[in-house]
Nanobody, 116 residues
């Protein structure tokens, strides 16, 4: 089982920014990496995903505010979150696998809290 190590969560005021990072603990490389989130009382949802070739997908609620990227040499994925809103508050999970929509590996999650 590959461990995905996340960093960058925290508390920020509405309108602020945060950047999440994620990398596997070993040297394994994945075709797809992404970020899902789960807010209290809500279902887990895909936030953004990216393939090794650079194809990206975003949830409608974050388009224009969040940007996913990856450094293939470092085997690391990033999620730049700008113009954060209180409704972005959730636990964010890094994912990896063959496809964005069906990840095979999950991180432990990092809390993002946006205050109003």
């Amino acid at each position: 089982q590959v461990e995905l190590v996340e960093s960058g969560g925290g508390l920020v005021q509405a309108g602020g920014s945060l950047r999440l990072s994620c990398a596997p603990s070993g040297s394994i490389s994945f075709n797809a990496m992404g970020w899902y989130r789960q807010a209290p009382g809500k279902m887990r949802e895909l936030v953004a995903g990216i393939t090794r070739g650079g194809n990206t997908v975003y949830a409608d609620s974050v388009k224009g505010r969040f940007t996913i990227s990856r450094d293939n040499a470092k085997n690391t994925a990033y999620l730049q979150m700008n113009s954060l809103k209180p409704e972005d508050t959730a636990v964010y999970y890094c994912t990896a696998g063959v496809s964005i929509s069906r990840p095979s590996s999950w991180g432990r999650g990092t809390q993002v809290t946006v205050s109003s």
